[in-house]
């Protein structure tokens, strides 16, 4: 259960929702020039990571309270609401005395319970908008939970940050999108406002316009963009900001959904949601491919047959067992893998 206010007391102003602004604050001039250019094509909401969560010691890890006095200044001459990460209770406390209008959780902090609690405690008695992005592992109970626990402390302004998840494996994303997983937090939640973040989804620039695209056709509310002034000198996420004139050129290309889906209107949108999940589908076949591409190499350096018939029977016997569970008749499952299967089987001869 969630407790949360209608969609638009998100502070809403704009479909979509527009949070901007750079990975890290750096600079005082670099926030500046940053907002200014980015309030003057109407972004609502400034973003920048004061403390920044780093995977590696040894990186730039933030500019900390200092910039806060920077993010003022944003305020007092953009006008646009500002936005910082805290992922602790003093972060919270400074953020909060130094006048910050919302607050985010990053996905290495929503995945620990222990430090979402302390948040949501350092956050009891206050009304202030919070976005949860999604843990960094692909569990949404864990990201429901997270923003439960604000709830609990009575904070009823959240809105979820969809910023993909983490693979092992190299993909053409940093974060793997896995649509299906904001679909369904979709589908259990639907006053709950879900943003986008194309930034850390992409990894890189060339895939945010797309990433947007897919975003707004799947009815996400709005889109959180990393933008710098001078995106190839960022002391953090180099390869995926933009400048804000880049982002004022995104936007404008982008195909809006209307607000109120009736008659074709509802029919185009759930064809632009089976679009999406057709894409998906095609970027998971091409990921199967390769590897069963890498096994047939193992195969013909071990002098193993290409074809082994045990291994073939294990895949249906699994995928079949769990069909009652995912709603799907075991017969076209079993049809669809025999295709599958007889395909991989080819490339493997084919080595
Ligand atoms: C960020 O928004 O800069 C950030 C660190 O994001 P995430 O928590 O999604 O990695
Ligand atoms: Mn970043």
């Keep these: 259960m969630l407790d949360i206010l209608p969609i638009n007391a998100f502070t809403y102003s704009a479909q979509p929702y527009i949070i901007a602004g750079p990975c890290s604050a750096e600079s005082e001039q670099q926030l500046l020039t940053t907002a200014e250019a980015l309030a ?78 302390e948040i949501a405690d350092a956050l009891r008695g206050y009304d202030i908008p919070v976005m949860v992005k999604n843990p960094v592992n692909p569990d949404i109970d864990l990201w429901i939970g997270a923003m439960q626990r604000l709830n609990l402390a009575g904070i009823r302004r959240i809105a979820a940050v969809h910023r993909g998840f983490s693979l092992y494996s190299r993909s053409t994303y940093r974060n793997d999108p896995q649509w299906h997983i904001p679909i369904e937090l979709r589908r259990r939640y639907p006053s709950l406002p879900i943003f986008c973040d194309p930034s850390h989804i992409g990894g890189r620039r060339a895939l945010i316009q797309s990433l947007a695209q897919q975003a707004l056709d799947l009815r996400f509310d709005g889109l959180m963009v990393e933008c710098h002034i001078s995106p190839e000198t960022a002391k953090s996420d180099a390869a995926q900001q933009i400048t804000p004139d880049e982002l004022d050129g995104i936007l404008s290309r982008l195909t809006l959904r209307s607000d109120a889906p009736a008659g074709d209107e509802m029919l185009h949108d759930l064809r632009r ?36 018939t045990e291994r073939y029977n294990e895949i249906i016997a699994r ?13 076209f499952i079993k049809k669809i893998f025999e295709i599958i299967h007889a395909h991989s089987v080819d490339n493997q001869l084919k080595l």
């Design 319 to 331: 995928l079949v067992s769990r069909c009652a569970d995912a709603g799907l008749d075991p017969d």
């Design 273 to 308: 949601q089976i679009d999406a999940l057709d894409t998906a589908l095609l970027e998971l076949l091409s990921k199967r491919m390769e590897i069963s591409k890498e096994i047939g190499i193992y195969k013909k350096q071990h002098n193993m047959p290409v074809l082994q």
């Design 40 to 117: 003057a094509f109407g972004v609502s909401v400034f973003r920048a990571g004061l403390w920044k969560p780093r995977t590696r010691p040894g990186t730039f890890g933030g500019v900390g309270s200092d910039g806060l006095a920077w993010m003022k200044e944003v305020k007092r001459r953009t006008h646009m609401r500002v936005a910082t990460e805290v992922a602790c209770p003093e972060h919270v406390e400074q953020a909060l005395s130094a006048g910050i209008d919302i607050l985010w959780i990053g996905a290495r902090t929503t995945a620990n319970p222990f430090a979402v609690q």
